[in-house]
């Protein structure tokens, strides 16, 4: 199992380097002066855009630019924006909101993913297994940006329950209404992978010999049934869960949110290279590690399953 | 049985989480005795400024939303009418050779730091902002300075041309000189009878001397002699401002704290508003534009002025079609203005007639286009056949990322039906890179430009844009005649006089019509609920000056 992880975890360098290149390049090759648009319709004077090229090397060839941002990197620092901010301080600011963000969403997703699917599946069909599945049909198709305003307009601007949008520094209270938006789509498929799972245990010989053993139901479901079939529900936990790391757009978008998402779109849009490079590094790791917490996961839930 | 045993605790705890956020969440917040305090600011719409929050170096909205409140400089604009007057300056007097102004400062004013605000403050940030070595994007407002060249030299081949500009050879300008600590001279190349106008700019603030000993600590933490100070910020999320106790101006504000919150969606700040979540927009999303519904919606809230811009369709002379000025005529002959403005606007805009804003200070349009502007379908077609017709496809281009599809489309369905040619729309994915394009001359066909007055005179909207030295023009447009009218406007003797001037300069664009005016759309915002008073300025910055508080209760 150690050798296992440190095997992963020496992958992470290629891959590191090769995510960071292809960002760094492709984010710098978007055509145009990225100061040229900074003066608005007057224009910038050539002083200053000779100036922020030095500042941000892009007077350079491509790979001295990149060797000398990966230096600045391994030296701890992230950079700053056109705008004179550090990007630490931005992630800063914004990594811990959709930290929480995720996990409300990944908590809902979860629980009451999971409940349904159980639900449905002990109960076999009938008016609930009908019900979950239309709801589930129904969180499918509709897209987020459409059950954020639904919800926005509704709970937070006719029946005033909530507030609209969420301010800076938001609650874990502010926080929950965009998060069952966010969970909501992620919360239909973990329903429908645990009921199908589980059907298909129900039928499997270890669980007619465990109630044939005596064995009470409660123990046959919770212990027997539910662990082998939250395998594939756990590797779709973990990947939506490095997936919701690197941000909502759409729904930080809605409710004003001011995650890791909105800031690389932002950064994209007014072609701050530096900031993109920067987050998006940050979310490759974290997605790597969330990919190996989910193998590392699976061997614990299934002692078959042994990576040496 | 040890996991099941969870399951309940967490089910409990969720569900109450739950019903604290459905019960204790509350949509608007009422007036109550804090409002306008630290503890529930006035909130207004804001975006993270482009650039870094010094006031030589800050072009955009966003910036000058929180740098006009910090800063006073000689003249200020009011926030409504947009005319100038005098601020922190007592008096400017011109010398009989027309070229010196003799500045006396009002005494007493203090920076947020307690700093005295003297003479050299003054000079000392202008010939900051001047200096090429310091690479500040409002550099060339302080072209009219003598010894401006000195500081700032210009590229001996023009920008594209390999040659790089000399050093400068002085880091100050000859022309400002201080007297004492409340007086000091500007000698200006030329005689330029608006100057006194043009230094209500943003760029032409005086700054601390903490600014000059610290410039990585005033970034952090901006020091102005404004009606607000500097209170905190949280890049990419918040700015606040509080009311500066000691300030000596007349425009005070009446609010002692404002919080400018980064929205990302229009229509997040459009909802926030009307459950009176915040208190002042500047943008409509477009959604509620349709019908007007914004208007049904907020009622006596909704805001709409004219803003002290302009859009027009920029011809690209430096192609050969182009330089057709019946080509030119035809074009701007074949756009329905009145029924673009009607149908994409919902009248919320003013069809063109000419290349200065209508209610503009100092000099109005007075129809400077004249008969160009008039959709007339006969009259194009006979231009369009005196330029021996327009082969091949016509290609407008705009930028994708602000809100310009639906008129171009407009505009450009109208020139095809009127003239019967193909033409095709060219959306340019970014700004940036469009801006870049209009730098390089690399535009094939008409392409939409947007301009926003800096300063209360007409010469904001020729000078700049259809001068052969013009620094935005990207027409490439060059008239002696035009030239020589706005050389001799700048040396009028009176104000008035240059603004008479100005306009004849610009019917002097009427006979070549280097761009085709199109129309000037609308300020438009609303404010919430909680506050009795608030406007946005014609730039469509929200005036904090102009803030009131609702009474508690209403």
């Known amino acids: ?308 | 049985m040890r996991k099941r045993r969870m399951v309940a605790p967490v089910a409990a705890s969720l569900s109450a989480v739950l019903l604290a956020a459905g019960c204790g969440g509350g949509g608007g917040s009422a007036v109550t005795e804090a409002t306008g305090t630290l503890e529930d600011p006035i909130t207004v719409q804001w975006g993270e400024p482009q650039s870094e929050l010094v006031p030589t170096n800050s072009n955009d909205t966003f910036g000058s939303q929180v740098l006009n409140p910090m800063f006073t400089g000689l003249v200020e604009y009011d926030p409504k009418s947009f005319e100038p007057k005098n601020a922190m300056a007592k008096s400017i007097e011109l010398s009989d050779d027309k070229k010196t102004y003799t500045v006396k400062l009002k005494q007493g004013w203090k920076f947020h730091n307690g700093e005295e605000v003297t003479a050299d403050n003054f000079v000392r940030a202008w010939n900051y902002g001047a200096y090429a070595g310091n690479a500040q994007q409002n550099a060339d407002m302080f072209n009219a300075i003598q010894g401006y060249d000195a500081v700032h030299p210009a590229d001996p081949d023009g920008e594209e041309g390999p040659k790089k500009p000399p050093e400068p050879s002085a880091e100050k300008m000859s022309g400002l000189k201080v007297v004492d600590d409340h007086t000091f001279k500007i000698t200006l190349k030329k005689p330029f009878s608006v100057f006194p106008t043009k230094i209500g700019y943003q760029a032409f603030v005086p700054l601390p001397d903490a600014f000059f000993e610290n410039k990585e600590k005033f970034r952090k933490n901006p020091i102005g002699n404004g009606p607000y100070k500097f209170e905190s910020r949280t890049p990419q999320q918040s700015l606040t401002l509080t009311r500066y106790k000691d300030y000596q101006g007349d425009d005070a504000g009446s609010v002692d704290a404002v919080k400018m919150v980064v929205y990302n969606k229009a229509q997040t700040a459009y909802q926030d508003l009307k459950s009176d979540n915040l208190d002042v927009i500047n943008t409509i999303p477009t959604s509620a534009l349709a019908d007007n519904r914004w208007k049904d919606e907020l009622g006596e809230r909704a805001i709409s002025k004219p803003r002290m811009g302009i859009t027009v369709l920029n011809l690209p002379m430096y192609k050969e079609k182009f330089k057709n000025p019946d080509l030119r005529k035809a074009l701007s002959l074949a756009i329905d203005r009145e029924k673009i403005v009607k149908q994409v606007f919902n009248g919320e805009a003013t069809a063109a007639t000419g290349w200065i804003a209508p209610d503009f200070p100092g000099g109005p349009d007075k129809g400077s286009c004249g008969e160009w502007c008039n959709y007339d379908k006969a009259k194009a077609k006979e231009h369009l056949k005196k330029a021996g017709g327009f082969d091949g496809q016509l290609t407008l281009s705009y930028n994708a990322d602000g809100a310009h599809k639906q008129w171009i489309t407009a505009v450009a369905g109208s020139i095809r039906d009127t003239l019967g040619i193909k033409v095709g729309l060219n959306a340019v994915p970014t700004f940036g890179t469009y801006q870049d394009q209009m730098d390089n001359n690399e535009m094939t066909g008409p392409f939409r430009y947007g301009w926003v007055a800096d300063y209360p005179t007409p010469r904001t909207f020729l000078k700049p844009l259809y001068t052969t030295s013009g620094s935005a023009n990207n027409t490439g447009y060059s008239s002696e005649k035009f030239d020589n009218l706005i050389a001799e406007a700048d040396q009028a003797a009176t104000v008035d006089k240059a603004n008479q001037l100005y306009n004849q300069a610009a019917s002097q664009l009427g006979k070549d019509v280097p761009s085709i005016p199109l129309f000037t759309n609308a300020v438009k915002g609303a404010t919430s609920n909680r506050l009795a008073e608030g406007t946005l300025n014609s730039r469509t910055v929200p005036a904090i000056t102009t803030f009131k508080v609702a009474q508690a209760g209403e």
């Open chain 1, 1 to 308: 199992m150690g050798r296992y992880i440190l095997r992963r975890l020496l992958q992470l360098i290629p891959v590191f380097i090769g995510t960071t290149f292809i960002i760094y390049s492709l984010v710098w090759a978007i055509p145009g002066n990225p100061f040229a648009g900074m003066c608005g319709p007057r224009g910038c004077p050539p002083a200053f855009i000779e100036q922020m090229t030095q500042e941000y090397n892009l007077d350079k060839p491509l790979p001295v630019q990149y060797v000398l941002y990966l230096g600045q990197l391994f030296s701890g620092n992230f950079g700053q924006t056109f705008n004179g901010i550090e990007v630490s301080t931005l992630i800063q600011n914004a990594y811990p909101v959709t930290l929480k963000l995720a996990t409300i969403a990944l908590v809902f997703e979860a629980v009451i993913g999971i409940a349904a699917g159980i639900l449905t599946a002990l109960r076999g069909k009938g008016f609930v297994d009908n019900l979950v599945l239309a709801a589930t049909l129904f969180l499918i198709a509709v897209p987020v940006f459409v059950s954020g305003f639904v919800i926005q307009v509704v709970f937070g601007v006719q029946l005033e329950w909530i507030q609209p949008s969420v301010g800076s520094d938001p609650t874990i209270g502010q926080l929950i209404a965009p998060g069952l938006v966010l969970g909501s789509l992620s919360m239909a498929y973990i329903a429908r992978l645990t009921r199908t799972a589980m059907f298909e245990n129900k039928r499997a010989d270890y669980i007619r010999t465990a109630t044939a053993k005596g064995l009470k139901p409660r123990r046959v479901v919770s212990v027997h049934m539910l662990r082998n079939s939250l395998i594939p529900v756990i590797t779709f936990i973990g990947t939506d869960f490095g997936a919701l790391m690197g941000g909502a757009i759409v729904t930080e978008g809605v409710f004003n949110i001011h995650g890791i998402g909105g800031l690389v779109f932002d950064a994209i849009k007014t072609q701050e290279g530096v900031t993109v490079t920067g987050v998006v590094t940050l979310l490759v790791v974290v997605y790597l590690l969330m990919n190996l917490l989910v193998d590392i996961l699976y061997a614990a839930l299934d002692p078959r399953i042994r990576y040496d």
